[in-house]
């Protein structure tokens, strides 16, 4: 039974680039969260998907986009990327829209440096 | 101010010894996470709470709704318990916040 998966590992960009990082899902699940943790810090909520939609959203600006797939797959868009925007990306996934009363299964994450 | 605070932010203990974690939050929820992050990033949902106590192994998650604060034990503690302790509440009330996280208790169990 496949875990969350995440790619890539490793990323490395300059300031002004876009980049997308991508997501699957546990099996079974249908609900994927993205979050950004800078090195020291707690994660922060970027945005969720549900049914193909963002559903819910975090105070990141609108460079920070996103999508879902028919097979509940998802990727996270950042343009005109900033040094700040260093970070780990996370990638949850649960059974179920905005329950976050679920049990959330994280990926590794995509660690994306900006230079 | 964060809405989830923990304490400590570091602790060092020895081998077996028991161990506490704690988290506050200052919001109702509707569930609270424990969460567990090794070095290299992944993160292990450990615990999800809304009321009492849950125990898997040798950790006890305990939450007080009342008193807005969760706990996090481990009996016996091991050095492959060494890792960065997670927790993050649902605020109740139909907000579009996903979770809010603390910033992290990093547990090192020394031999």
């Known amino acids: 039974d496949a875990g969350v998966t995440q790619s890539p590992t490793h990323l490395i960009k300059t300031r002004g680039q876009q980049v997308t990082l991508r997501c699957s899902p546990k099996s079974g699940h249908d609900t994927v969260s993205w979050y950004q943790q800078a090195l020291g810090q707690g994660p922060q909520f970027i945005f969720q998907?549900?049914?193909?939609?963002?559903?819910q959203r975090g105070n990141f600006p609108d460079r920070f986009s996103g999508h879902q797939f028919p097979n509940y797959s998802s990727e996270l868009n950042v343009n005109a990327l900033l040094l700040g925007d260093s970070a780990l990306y996370l990638c949850?996934?649960?059974f179920g829209t905005g329950t976050f009363n679920q049990p959330q299964h994280f990926g590794d994450g995509t660690r994306l440096s900006i230079l | 101010k964060n809405e989830v605070e923990q304490s400590p932010q570091n602790l060092t203990a020895q081998e077996g010894e028991f161990i506490t974690i704690n988290c506050s939050y200052s919001?109702?929820?509707?569930?609270l996470h424990w969460l567990q992050q090794h070095p290299g990033g992944g993160i292990v949902s450990l615990f999800m709470l809304s009321s009492g106590k849950k125990k898997h192994g040798r950790l006890i998650a305990t939450i007080n709704i009342q008193e807005k604060h969760s706990s996090l034990h481990i009996t016996a503690s091991h050095p492959r318990d060494s890792a960065v302790y997670i927790c993050a509440v649902r605020p109740s009330g139909g907000g579009a916040d996903g979770l809010t996280f603390g910033k992290g208790t990093h547990l090192i169990i020394q031999p």
């Open positions: 949850a996934s649960s």
């Open positions: 998907y549900y049914e193909e939609e963002e559903r």
């Open positions: 919001v109702g929820i509707s569930a």
